[in-house]
């Protein structure tokens, strides 16, 4: 079966960096749109990042400058590395990947565990 793997999630200070990684496995015939979600405590998921299969990438408002989406296809990994990180920026982070199995002919999402990133003031 086809799952998604987060690390690097952690308790880092406000000002300070992380860097998350979402490593796609299973039989996957290739992937489309990447993407990074979050979900705060009490607040509803939202789009933090994405990024197509081109390489070409949108950020919420709230993580333009300071957060960075790459990909690497032959990993099927997806990375966001986290800079100048905030509190308001606490939260569960899932990945969402857009592909398709080697056994399908249609493309869907895939969703990831979560992480959790704790950014302390």
């Known amino acids: 079966q086809v799952q998604l793997v987060e690390s690097g999630g952690g308790l880092v200070q406000a000002g300070g960096s992380l860097r998350l990684s979402c490593a796609a496995s299973g039989s996957i015939f290739s992937t489309g749109t990447m993407g990074w979600y979050r979900q705060a405590p009490g607040k509803q998921r939202e789009l933090v990042a994405s990024?197509?299969?081109?390489?070409?990438?949108n950020y919420a408002d709230s993580v333009k400058g300071r957060f960075t989406i790459s990909r690497d296809n032959a990993k099927k990994t997806v990375y966001l590395s986290m800079n100048s990180l905030k509190p308001e920026d606490t939260a569960v982070y899932y990945c969402?990947?857009?592909?398709?199995?080697?056994?399908?002919?249609?493309?869907?999402?895939?969703w990831g565990q979560g992480t959790l990133v704790t950014v302390s003031s």
């Open positions: 990024i197509t299969d081109g390489d070409i990438t």
């Open positions: 969402n990947v857009v592909l398709r199995t080697s056994y399908s002919s249609s493309y869907y999402n895939t």
